[in-house]
């Protein structure tokens, strides 16, 4: 059984149409997460029809994601996807990455904007933002990806019962591939369509990201 796991916070405006699109690609089992939000996230999921949780308090999209996949485990999902909530993921993508999954055997799909055309990404970003990213999540990991940080994965049963998400905000990307290595978990990169109305993570919330691991990592 399958499940999809939406991290929200402040995504009134978006969060009925990026259900709606799930829905119409035949995904009808969604978690929505409302992380703390001051607009009308929680009421607006709600009335989709879909599970929708709530944290008090804002703790980040890491503690989000943790909540929604602790959720599903206990609802019986064989399988998660993680799907962001302000609509820059394609629905389409959801069924080629399960499909990759079965086909490889492996325990988790991370999304990749760099394995097909599709992604316009601004200058900057792909260019210097990203790559110095890889680097740092390289560090981080021992893992080398050709993307870092991104949203869309898709992980097994196995792989949601050995990974618990101990980062809450955004660096949790790379806690969940550093524990994919350290659990000796199998897994692939699959290209996603990533549609930017926003920039994302900017200079201030690299560092802010790169902090979190390092207190991690060397601070106890």
Known sequence: MLFVVIPAYNEEKNIGRVISGLFNHGFKNIIVV???????????????????????????QGAALQTGDEFAILKGADVVVHFDADGQFNPDDIAGAVREMEKTGTDVVLGSRFL??????????????????????RFFTGVKLTDAHNGFRVLSR????????????????????RQIKNNNLKFTEFPVHVIYKEYGQ???????????LFQDRFIK
């Not at 990974?163 to 905000?169: E, S």
């Open 34 to 60: 409302d992380d703390g939000s001051s607009d009308k996230t929680y009421e607006t999921a709600k009335g989709s029809g879909v599970y929708v949780l709530r944290h008090e308090i804002n703790r980040g």
């Open 116 to 137: 097909d055309a599709r992604s316009s990404l601004p200058w900057t970003k792909r260019n210097i933002v990203l790559p110095v990213s890889k680097i740092i999540n």
């Open 158 to 177: 196995n792989a949601l019962e050995k990974i618990y998400i101990v980062q809450d905000r955004m660096a949790h990307n790379s806690d969940i591939v």
């Open 202 to 212: 900017g200079i201030e919330g690299g560092a802010k990201i790169i902090m979190d």
